[in-house]
């Protein structure tokens, strides 16, 4: 659990505008194939008038206003909720419901809660992130999954983001359904196998766009997503 956090914390530390920009790859199969992928999903327009998505992540409950970068992370393992504006890293920590007014250690808590929204998001919402800026897409291959449909392979490694550009990503992309089924983590660029190979799957509609969670079999990844068009401000701001 503890590679897979970090895998994804540097992959995703600057890739969270709302807005998608125009990718940095050039191949145009990768490019066309993630355009047919975000179409099925529901489109860029609608993933953006998406507002606020509640999700499950492991032991975490998280908040987020994707409009502000608001994010509120509840963690009762250490009985903490973090209260934390992704974009400025101002915000508010509580500890056994009574706030934390040691500036040093809000501050560091404050880093953890974005850091945990870095990584517990990157699992939920990463199809539609392949165009931000700094996200190279290339197109491997074709070939058969284990249940015999036929997916495309793209390639997804990074310029400028994050502190590990020998990483890359594997996505497996259904011919079909043009949706995401798998997804492969390699540490280094050259391995031959990767750390992991995980399900990307359960897709299912909330609000007017596809996620992927509540995977079957899987321990790790997004839980009880929830998406809203309304939300008590206060959830951000109050214990």
């Known amino acids: 659990m503890k590679n897979i956090f970090k895998a994804t914390l540097i992959l995703f530390t600057l890739l969270f505008s709302c807005t998608s920009l125009l990718a940095q790859s050039k191949d145009k199969k990768a490019n066309a194939i993630v355009k ?5 999903m529901g489109g860029m327009k609608n993933y953006n008038s998406t ?3 509640q999700w499950d992540f492991v032991n975490r409950k998280l908040s987020w206003n994707k409009w502000t970068g608001d994010v509120r992370v509840e963690n009762p393992s250490a009985k903490q909720v973090i209260l934390v504006n992704i974009n400025t ?5 509580y500890e056994n419901g009574v706030l934390v007014n040691d500036q040093a250690k809000a501050k560091e808590l404050l ?7 870095i990584n517990d998001s990157y699992w939920l919402v990463m199809p539609w992130k392949l165009q931000d800026p700094g996200v190279s897409l290339k197109y491997v291959k074709t070939e058969k999954l284990p249940n015999g449909k036929t997916a495309d392979i793209l390639q997804l490694t990074f310029s400028a983001v994050g502190v590990t550009p020998e990483n890359k990503y594997w996505l497996f992309v259904g011919k079909e359904d043009h949706l995401i089924k798998q997804w492969a983590y390699y540490k280094n660029f050259n391995d031959a196998e990767p750390k992991f190979l995980k399900p990307w799957s359960n897709y299912q509609k909330v609000g007017n766009i596809l996620l992927s969670f509540d995977r079957p079999n899987e321990e790790v990844g997004p839980k009880n997503v929830v998406v809203k068009t309304n939300l008590d401000s206060s959830i951000f701001t109050e214990l």
């Open 36 to 40: 047919e992928m975000l179409t099925a």
């Open 51 to 53: 507002q606020f998505i």
């Open 89 to 93: 890293l101002k915000g508010k920590v």
């Open 111 to 117: 880093e953890k809660g974005k850091n945990w929204w």
